[in-house]
């Protein structure tokens, strides 16, 4: 069976329940141990860090069809940052212990989920290197063409590509 | 199976992340390679596809200019994303002394999936995990570098992108 045969039948991202959080609702709080990725199924959810002023700042935006969280997923511990609801939102849980258990149950869609989430964060890694690549070529006065190289990698792998490994998984 | 090439691999991340008996399942899916001096390992523009655990010796990673830029030595890693999501080699893996390492390509991978899928799922659940320090700290590396407040940088595609998602 292919990674991607059978997800509309048995994707276990759309038989799940849906849960409605309405506005100003919190997935989660930054430095809160978590074990769960979320998707957005509609509505909006406002990620945000605190700085060392105390000092809390928008971190992103995630709207429906996007995820959260994926990095609790893999390696348990802190939340990064904080999630709060910012238009009435409908999420999907998908916490480690139940894909583990799908994992170990030899479900080839778990499997292809795991890939699809690893991938998600190896290209958020890039990204986050190319970026600071660009940021450290401005930084040392290199000249545009150099900050230019560094973005061109960047956008190469763009907000919507980083999403694409989980696309087949999210409910419409 | 080799008892030493499974105490040989549980000294390596991810596979000290697992239980012995994942590492053990793993290790039948490996390959262990003696390299010389001088041997190319990879070249700039391959596919980068394997994780290589370097057991002993070293390897020299040499631009495509000709300059080395860093050495990989034992008991370090290269290439733990390749196998999940492959790219291409930026430098060419060279060996700079003699030793031994031990790989696992995509195509391993797939194998170990088809036929021992609890090992597989723990190992690539370990390989997942190892990205997020990194990724960690490549986003707080980011976060602390940008002292000036972002409407302040003058190139506008730069600023594009450090604006947070909206």
Not at chain 2, 14 to 20: A, I, V, Y
Request: proline share 6%; with cysteine.
């Amino acid at each position: 069976m292919s990674d991607q045969e059978g997800l509309t039948e048995h994707n276990f991202l759309i038989d799940a329940p849906r849960e409605r959080l309405a506005v100003g609702s919190s997935l989660f709080e930054e430095g809160e141990h978590g074990e769960e990725l979320f998707v957005v199924v509609k509505g909006r959810v406002l990620l945000s860090r605190r700085t060392q002023a105390g000092e809390n700042v928008a971190v992103a935006t995630i709207q429906a069809g996007g995820v959260l969280g994926e990095i609790a997923l893999l390696q348990p511990g802190p939340r990064s940052a904080s999630a709060i609801v910012t238009e009435d939102a409908e999420i999907v849980r998908v916490h480690r212990r139940m894909l583990l258990e799908r994992l170990i149950g030899r479900d080839p869609l778990a499997r292809a989920f795991l890939r699809a989430c690893a991938q998600l964060l190896i290209l958020r890694l890039r990204r986050a290197r190319d970026l600071a690549g660009a940021l450290g070529a401005y930084e040392r006065g290199e000249g545009d063409a150099a900050v230019s190289a560094w973005l061109d990698r960047y956008d190469a792998v763009g907000d919507a590509l980083v999403l694409d490994p989980l696309k087949p998984w999210l409910p419409r | 199976m080799s008892q030493n090439l499974v105490a040989a691999l549980a000294r390596f991340r991810p596979f000290s992340e697992l239980p012995l008996r994942a590492v053990a399942d793993a290790s039948r899916f490996v390959s262990v390679q003696r390299m010389d001096v001088g041997d190319t390992i990879f070249n700039a523009g391959d596919v980068a596809d394997t994780l290589i655990l370097i057991v002993s010796g070293e390897l020299r990673l040499v631009a495509p200019s000709g300059r080395a830029v860093d050495t990989v030595r034992p008991g370090e890693t290269l290439g733990v994303t390749g196998p999940m999501l492959p790219s291409r080699y930026t430098m060419s893996g060279i060996c700079g002394d003699e030793g031994a390492l031990i790989s696992l390509s995509a195509e391993a991978l797939n194998t170990l999936w088809e036929q021992i899928p609890p090992a597989a799922a723990l190992l690539e659940m370990a390989m997942a995990a190892s990205v997020v320090p990194e990724l960690r700290e490549a986003t707080e590396a980011l976060g602390a570098r940008l002292t000036t407040p972002i409407e302040s940088v003058r190139h506008p595609r730069l600023r594009r992108a450090l604006a947070p998602r909206r």
